[in-house]
Structures are given as structure tokens and as C-alpha cells.
């Protein structure tokens, strides 16, 4: 099931679709982060008139590695010692697409430690959007029965995985500058 749902997922991904995914978080919207028409059409489905950036996530550190100018040596032992999903912002990303990188050159990243989401990431080999399953501005859904029919039916692809569970909270997210600088955006 597992290998079949990972295939459906990288097909729709890679024709530059929209998926609903559960992530090691929340049910998730995604598509290729290295897509920008991609990246656009999910903007829009979400209904996001700001231009907020979303967060991508990488299977391990040698994708995160590849997608940032550098990692600060404090981002390590964040990742290590980390006991929930940590999403950490990094300065100068590279090889994603330019309508995910925010203004002051930051883009949000989660490393990913188990699930779908990391078999999922090891086969498609690039990083993919990460933001909750509704439209801007409206709740969280904490289950797959809370997702609004908009979103279920507006998706080129929902994953057919882990529909009973009840969502863990969102990934804490710390700011890290190449500078130093250590900013705690949500706990």
C-alpha cells in the first residue's frame, strides 16, 4: 500500500500537481518545491493574498545541505536533539523555486524523520511544500474528517494513508541566521 500510494503521489507531483498528504505533523497541502508554476497554483488554492512562505521538507541533511548556502552549526544540534518535528528558517536557500523564497532571503525547512513523508521524499529525491490542509485563514483541521470538501476535491492527488489519526500539533519553528541570530517563531 505504502509503495503504491508513494508511486500515485510522485506522479502527481511531477505532472506539477497539488497533494493532501499526512505529514509527521498535520495533514498537509504539497507539491514540487522546485516547481514554480507549482508553487503558484497552491498559492492560489490556499487563497493566500500575502505571499507567505510556506515550509518545505527534505528527507535528510544531505538534502537540506544541498538546498541552503549553509547551514548554521546550531542547526545540528537543533536536528539531533530535537524530540518533535522542528521546522528551522535558514538564510540564502538554493534549487527551489523563487515564489517560496521569502523576502529577506529565508526559506522554512523540516528535516523529516519517519512516516510516508520520509519514504515519499527518498524516492521523489527533492523537497516538497509543506502547509496545513485549509484555505488561509480558516482553522487547522486536527483529522482527515475535519478537511473542508474545497480542499478534498480542489487536490490533484489525496493520499490514502493515515485517514484515522488525529494530528500531532505543528512543527515548532526556530529562526537561524548564518549571523548567529536564534529567534524561537512557534513553540
Request: one cysteine or more.
Amino acid at each position: 500500500m505504502n509503495s503504491f500510494e508513494i508511486n500515485n503521489t510522485i506522479k502527481s507531483l511531477k505532472q506539477g500537481g497539488i497533494i493532501l498528504y499526512p505529514t509527521d505533523t498535520v495533514w498537509g497541502l504539497g507539491c514540487d518545491a522546485t516547481n514554480y508554476s507549482a508553487v503558484e497554483k497552491l498559492f492560489k488554492f490556499k487563497k493566500r493574498k500575502d505571499r507567505k512562505t510556506m515550509i518545505c521538507l527534505v528527507s535528510d541533511l544531505k538534502m537540506l545541505n544541498y538546498h541552503l548556502e549553509e547551514i548554521p552549526e546550531a542547526a545540528y544540534s537543533i536536528l539531533e536533539h530535537a524530540v518533535d518535528p522542528t521546522t528551522i528558517v535558514y538564510d540564502k536557500p538554493l534549487r527551489v523555486s523563487e515564489n517560496l523564497i521569502a523576502a529577506d532571503n529565508t526559506l522554512a525547512i523540516r528535516v523529516i524523520k519517519k512516516g510516508f513523508c520520509v519514504d515519499l521524499l527518498k524516492k521523489f529525491k527533492k523537497p516538497i511544500v509543506s502547509t496545513s490542509a485549509n484555505i488561509a485563514g480558516k482553522l487547522t483541521p486536527k483529522t482527515f474528517q475535519e478537511i473542508d470538501e474545497y480542499i478534498l476535491k480542489g487536490v490533484d492527488y489525496v493520499v490514502n494513508l493515515d485517514r484515522t489519526k488525529k494530528a500531532s500539533k505543528a512543527s515548532s519553528i526556530i529562526k537561524l541566521g548564518n549571523n548567529g541570530e536564534v529567534k524561537v517563531i512557534r513553540k
